[in-house]
C-alpha cells in the first residue's frame, strides 16, 4: 500500500491534556507522561492546546516548562495560546525562558481575534471598559517584536543591575525562536497576513467556509494563499485519527460512537462564520490510510498532526499513539529519527 505524492517527514501529536476537575494533577502527570511516551515513540513533536475555564491545560507556557524536564528531543509546541489574553511582553518573557530550558524546542502558536469566554474572563483580565480593547492581529506583532532581542531605548540606553549597566531587552533573548512562532490560520485573510509577515502556518480540521461548502477545497485555498504570501515557511496540517488496531471491542465501539457524535457538523457549514469541519479519521490501519491517501491536502504538505480527541482515558491515548506511528506513519513516507529506540 502507498500513497503517491504523498510525503510526509515530520510528524506530531496534539494532545487535550485533559484532567478530572476534582484532580487536576493526575490529568496534568498524565499528559507528560504521554509527552514522553511520544518521543520514545519517534513522534517530531508534541503540541499542547491552551483552554480557559475548562478542566485544561490553561497555561501553556508553565505545562511546557515542566515538559522541558521531562523530554530531550522532542519538539514541544502551543496549539494555539489566544493572545487576546496575554500581555505580549510577559508572554514574550514567559515562551522564551522555556525555549531556554528546552534548548530551543520550542513552537509557539498563537491566535489573535476576540478570545473565548471573554464576558466572563475580560473583567478579570483588563482594567476599565475592556469592550473595546484591541484583539487584533497587532497584539500578535508586538509579541513577536518582543522576541527579537532588541535592544530597547538609543544606543546609550542602560540599566542598573546587580552585575553592572546593561544594555536592556527582553530577558533570556532565545535566539532562533522568533522563526519557530505559528499562527493558527482559519481564514483566507488570517492565512495571507501569516505569509506576509512571516510566522508558519497551523491548519486542521475547522475552517472559514468562504465561497465553498466543502472543506478540502476551503482549506486548499488556505494553504494557496499563504504560500502565495510566503514560498518557504512551513505548514502542519493537522486531523483526527484514531486507529482500531490494537484497541479491544469496547473500546473500538467507544471511537465509533463518539465520532458518531461530531459527524453532524461536517454536512454544512456551521454558524454565522461558516465553520467548515473535516470528518474524523477511524477505522483499521489500512481503513485509515485509504481515507489519508484519498485526502488531497496531504500531498501538498511535509508536516503531519495528529490531532487526540477530547475526553479519552490514558490508556486509549496511549494506543491511539502507538498504533498511528508504527502502522500508518510510515506509509506516509515518514521515518523515524535513526537514533531513536522504539517503545516497548
Given at each position: 500500500m502507498s500513497?503517491?505524492?504523498?510525503?510526509?517527514s515530520h510528524?506530531?501529536?496534539?494532545?487535550p491534556?485533559?484532567?478530572p476537575?476534582?484532580?487536576p494533577?493526575?490529568?496534568?502527570?498524565?499528559?507528560?507522561q504521554?509527552?514522553?511516551?511520544?518521543e520514545?515513540?519517534g513522534f517530531?513533536?508534541?503540541?499542547?492546546?491552551?483552554?480557559?475555564l475548562e478542566?485544561g491545560i490553561?497555561?501553556?507556557?508553565?505545562?511546557?516548562?515542566a515538559a522541558t524536564?521531562?523530554?530531550?528531543?522532542?519538539?514541544?509546541g502551543t496549539?494555539?495560546i489566544p493572545i487576546?489574553y496575554?500581555s505580549p511582553y510577559?508572554l514574550?518573557?514567559?515562551?522564551a525562558t522555556?525555549?531556554?530550558?528546552?534548548?530551543?524546542?520550542?513552537?509557539?502558536?498563537v491566535?489573535?481575534?476576540k478570545p473565548?469566554h471573554?464576558?466572563?474572563?475580560g473583567p478579570?483580565?483588563?482594567?476599565?471598559?475592556?469592550?473595546?480593547?484591541d484583539f487584533?492581529h497587532?497584539?500578535v506583532l508586538?509579541f513577536?517584536d518582543n522576541?527579537?532581542?532588541?535592544?530597547l531605548?538609543?544606543e546609550?540606553?542602560?540599566?542598573?543591575?546587580p552585575?553592572?549597566p546593561?544594555?536592556p531587552?527582553?530577558?533570556?533573548?532565545?535566539?532562533?525562536?522568533?522563526?519557530r512562532?505559528w499562527y493558527?490560520?482559519?481564514?483566507?485573510?488570517s492565512?495571507?497576513?501569516a505569509?506576509?509577515n512571516?510566522f508558519n502556518?497551523l491548519?486542521g480540521?475547522?475552517?472559514?467556509?468562504?465561497g465553498?461548502?466543502?472543506?478540502?477545497?476551503a482549506?486548499s485555498r488556505?494553504i494557496e494563499?499563504?504560500?502565495t504570501?510566503?514560498?518557504?515557511?512551513?505548514?502542519a496540517l493537522g486531523?483526527?485519527?484514531?486507529?482500531?488496531?490494537?484497541?479491544?471491542?469496547?473500546t473500538r465501539?467507544?471511537y465509533?460512537?463518539y465520532a458518531d457524535?461530531r459527524h453532524?457538523?461536517?454536512?454544512?457549514?456551521?454558524g454565522?462564520?461558516?465553520?467548515?469541519?473535516?470528518?474524523?479519521v477511524?477505522?483499521?490501519s489500512?481503513?485509515i490510510?485509504?481515507?489519508?491517501?484519498?485526502?488531497?491536502i496531504?500531498p501538498e504538505?511535509s508536516?503531519?498532526?495528529?490531532?487526540?480527541p477530547y475526553?479519552?482515558?490514558?490508556?486509549?491515548?496511549r494506543q491511539?499513539?502507538?498504533?498511528?506511528v508504527?502502522?500508518i506513519?510510515p506509509?506516509?513516507g515518514?521515518?523515524?529519527?535513526?537514533e531513536?529506540?522504539?517503545?516497548?
Open positions: 500513497g503517491r505524492n504523498i510525503s510526509i510528524i506530531g501529536f496534539l494532545t491534556g485533559n484532567y476537575d476534582d484532580d494533577l493526575s490529568g496534568l502527570e498524565q499528559t507528560l504521554q509527552l514522553h511516551y511520544g520514545e515513540l517530531d513533536s508534541a503540541w499542547v492546546r491552551q483552554r480557559h478542566p490553561s497555561s501553556a507556557s508553565a505545562f511546557l516548562a524536564q521531562r523530554t530531550s528531543r522532542i519538539e514541544l496549539a494555539v487576546g496575554e510577559r514574550a518573557e514567559d515562551l522555556v525555549d531556554i530550558l528546552s534548548r530551543g524546542r520550542l513552537n509557539v502558536g491566535s489573535a481575534g473565548l471573554a464576558e466572563l474572563i478579570l483580565v483588563f482594567d476599565g471598559d475592556w469592550t473595546g480593547y487584533s497587532d497584539r508586538r513577536a522576541l527579537r532581542g532588541t535592544y531605548g538609543d546609550p540606553t542602560s540599566i542598573k543591575t552585575f553592572g546593561q544594555r531587552r527582553l530577558q533570556p533573548y532565545a535566539k532562533g525562536l522568533i522563526d512562532i493558527g490560520g482559519g481564514s483566507q485573510h492565512a495571507d497576513w505569509g506576509r512571516g502556518l491548519t480540521n475547522l475552517i472559514t467556509g468562504e465553498t461548502d466543502d472543506f478540502f477545497i482549506q488556505l494563499t499563504y504560500r504570501a510566503d514560498t518557504h515557511r512551513r505548514v486531523r483526527v485519527i484514531v486507529p482500531f488496531d490494537s484497541a479491544d471491542a469496547a465501539r467507544r465509533r460512537d457524535g453532524e457538523r461536517t454536512l454544512s457549514p456551521q454565522e462564520r461558516r465553520t467548515l469541519f473535516a470528518r474524523d477511524l477505522g483499521t489500512d481503513e490510510l485509504e481515507q489519508l491517501f484519498a485526502d488531497p496531504l504538505v508536516e503531519l498532526r495528529l490531532e487526540l475526553e479519552f482515558e490514558h490508556e486509549e491515548y491511539i499513539l502507538h498504533d498511528f508504527t502502522l506513519a506509509e506516509l515518514w521515518k523515524a529519527q535513526p531513536i529506540r522504539a517503545a516497548s
